[in-house]
């Protein structure tokens, strides 16, 4: 621990500025612990231009319990909850999921395809999936989200802009954004002005 604050402190970032990056290979974000999920596939092109946020919880309104980690994965038990059973067969993830605490599960490299939007259209194309990425914040649409999520969300969002220049401002948006009529998250406790001002430099 004391070795690596040493490091950082003679880094040229500012010492508030979280330390993390993704990398450009693997797709893999450093801050994260690492689940595979098996439910992506590749890409159509290498075209990574849209991030779209979600809210999930299992069930829906509970925390904590590694119901996402097993719906993510494929592994979710059916018979551990009576909302489960219309769902445990879903093949779906997302690139990554940031629970209340703050700390993020990556299941699927960003450089590979997720299956979190569905069928959605943003701008005249459909099949979101293709060009974007997903994330998840442990939520729900009628509760607020933890200081510590923001601050995940947006040091997580730092790192994938550097990476991905053609995901702009105007192309972060919402689940509902995207799938209006259908999706509702991240809800109306998600606060956008919060979040869009944390990613100015
Ligand atoms: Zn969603």
Redesign the pocket.
Known sequence: MSGRAKQSSKATLPLQQPQSWLDTATGLWSNARQLASPHFDARPSDEVSLL?I???SLPPGAFGGGFIDDLFLGRLDAKAHPYFAGIAHLKVS?HACIFRDGRVTQYVPTTQRAW???ESLFEGRTRCNDFSI?I?LEGADDQPFTDAQYATLTALTKAILKVYLKITPKRIVG??NI?PGR?T??GEHFDWLRFRASLVP
Request: no cysteine.
């Open positions: 779209v979600h809210n999930i997302a979190h939007a569905g997903g998840e689940h509902s799938a999706k998250d991240p």
